[in-house]
């Protein structure tokens, strides 16, 4: 047999929804690997939520999004999405070579995916109630974009971990929109509007932008 | 200069709370590792919460435990401390060599430590209120219970993935104790029962567990 390994797979399959900021951080992470992919959107809203569906919790028993088909595997969780596309396939790598500055990295990540994003995610405001959820996205994300903003007052170079771009900015780009649909001042994070800023016009992260998604609604108001 | 490179740097210090599951993480993954350490208690409670003070929030700007002085820096993050240990430490894995179980141990760790764990803390059930707490955490554990027990159907041998002991078990024992403070139902979850049991009577989780801690107080009922 002659079979090539690279072909012995299809093209790895994203399941992502335009506005989950979980996926987005994985399209990123694709993007700048280079890595071609096709997108099965799931609508976290349709019919009360596509996620919930029998179909789709046998792919991602949590009910949400990411997940991604790739090398036969079908793989859930965004930060452990990212660690395996390191680790499979170290073509521009999303992580430094210094221990130090990786457990930097690793530190923003967590601070962002265990400390914010899933306490202002959709899910969890619907229980919150439609009446106080945009003070307590406000909450939680001030709290911890203080955090990040000191994180990276002594990590921070052009990215959020010296020159290069790393997983922490894979993280970073979706909360900072988040944090303005919610409307949150964010006049107090200086290095944080810096980076988004200048990752703003990066290729691999326009490419991931919500905006940018077959699934993105024509009538999005800042499309 | 003959300085051992050991010995320049002191003794890590843990900032720990007896209760607190990150902290537990850490406990677990340094004792597995035969670190030693000392522990700073830090009482979550105690004048509405030491990690707040001033003079704390300078170790860990997100005012929560844990953090570890290590190698001549300040590590935050449990996951992130566990994964700069495994880096720095490589006696006593807690991670496989197979990249697809590497996948799993860290799917099943952000399961626990972004689904489950951040939505039932401390902090996060003070703003919800005494009257909700209760069905509120037992909601979110369940949820992300339901997902683990269905990762570890496919992963699990004597412990989360495989025969092993790794990170994800680290994460998995003090997320059961938080369920059955909350009284969670956890009949539907034989898998999940039956690693917590293997793990109980391992000496470095034995060492961990909050009733083994310095800050334990004395007339905890179940010590």
Redesign the interface.
Known sequence: MSTNVVSSHPKPILYSYWRSSCSWRVRIAMNLKEIPYDIKPISLIKSGGEQHCNEYREVN??EQVPALQIDG?T???????M??LE??RPQRPLLPQD??K??KV??I???I???I???QNLI?LI?VGEEKKKE?AQ?WIT??F??VE??LSTSAGKYCVGDEISMADCCLVPQVFNARRFHVDLRPYPIILRIDRELESNPAFRAAHPSNQPDCPPELPNK
Chains 1, 2 share one sequence.
Do not use: D, F
């Not at 793989?75 to 999405?81: G, K």
């Open positions: 028993p949590m595997h793989l859930i969780e965004s930060v452990a999405i660690h395996y680790e499979t221990v130090h990786r457990a690793r530190e990540i967590e601070i995916c265990s400390g994003q899933p306490l969890v229980h307590w909450h709290r911890g203080r955090a000191k994180a």
